[in-house]
Structure formats: C-alpha cells, structure tokens
C-alpha cells in the first residue's frame, strides 16, 4: 500500500508531536526503549481536534488511506496517518522498522500472529498461528518491533477509523511500512 501524500501544510500541535518524537529518536536507544518514549509523546495528542487538518483526514473508498505527515530528513522516522472506512483492513504482514500507534478517531482491530516454519522433513508447511486479538480504542497507544511484528488491522466500527502511525524509518522513500505481506494458512 503506497503512501498518499498530502499538502505539506501542517498543524501547530502535529509540528510540536514531531519536534517531540524527533527528540525522543535522537536518543540513539535500543528499538523497543525508543518505542516507548514515542509513545508516551503520542499518547496526550490523541483525539485533539487540532491534531491534523481536513485534507490528512481524508479517506479512500477503495481501501484504507496513509497520509504522510512527516518524514525526517535523515530517515529516521516518519510519520503517517492511517483512514479507515468501515471493513476496510490490512492483510496479514509485517514490518520494516519499530512502529508506534495511537487510535486518534473510533477503532481499530488487530489480530497478532506467530509464524511457524515448516519442519525440517518437509511434512508440515509453514504456518500462522493467531496470538491475540486486540480492540484498540480511540487513545490506546501499542509499539512493536522486528522480529514478531506480524498482523492483520481494520475497522470493526460503524464509523471512520483514524490511527496515527509512527516508524523508525523513511516512508517517504520506501513508500510503505510493510516489509512483508503472508499468504499462508493460519491457525485460529
């Protein structure tokens, strides 16, 4: 899923997140301490009217939106906003970098999953097997790292969904997040 870019104009209070996350990153910390930290600055912007403007809201009837909000110049983060129409989801996959989300509008469904290889004779071919499954609601606030950052999101809601997403790496240059889409069996 490529990245949507909107106009480049932003919002005091998403400059002042950015310039918070950007201190945060600078820290030069292990991936999941740094996930924290992004986190607990995330965390108190969620759900603020002013957070983002109309255009960075807007969806996709066609599937989920990313708008891109930020990306540093020296790639070492980035952030998006992720519109969700109701059923709209995600496949299953997984990650390039550390990533941090907060529900800013209505909520969104997760379902974690644990990859099993297949086995050495060949017999049992590699599968997922689902972990969990989460209803994050609007303010809930989760971070991930690689390895073990495979997942499927969407909208269970009856309204749009809005997730702010922040990742250790430039989006702007990859296009995506995702490292790796599964199409596998999975295990419920």
């Known amino acids: 899923m490529a990245v949507h870019t909107t106009d480049s104009r932003t919002t005091s209070r998403l400059a002042a997140l950015v310039g918070d996350i950007r201190e945060a990153v600078a820290r030069g910390l292990p991936p999941d301490v740094t996930a924290y930290l992004v986190g607990e600055r995330l965390a108190p912007q969620l759900g603020s009217a002013d957070l983002l403007t109309a255009a960075q809201r807007e969806p996709d009837p066609a599937r989920y939106r990313q708008h891109l909000l930020h990306a540093e110049r020296d790639g070492s983060f980035s952030l998006v906003a992720l519109v969700w129409l109701p059923g709209q989801a995600t496949p299953v996959h997984d990650h390039v970098s550390w990533c941090v989300t907060g529900v800013h509008e209505g909520e969104e469904h997760e379902r974690r999953y644990r990859l099993v290889p297949a086995d050495a004779s060949g017999k049992a071919a590699a599968r997922l097997v689902a972990t969990e499954d989460v209803v994050n ?32 790496a430039d989006i702007s240059r990859l296009g995506t997040s995702v490292r790796r889409v599964y199409d596998l069996p999975a295990d419920a």
């Open 137 to 168: 609601p609007e303010g809930s606030v989760c971070g991930f790292a690689p390895p073990g950052d495979i997942h499927r999101v969407w909208n269970g809601c009856e309204s749009t969904a809005v997730s702010i997403h922040v990742y250790g």
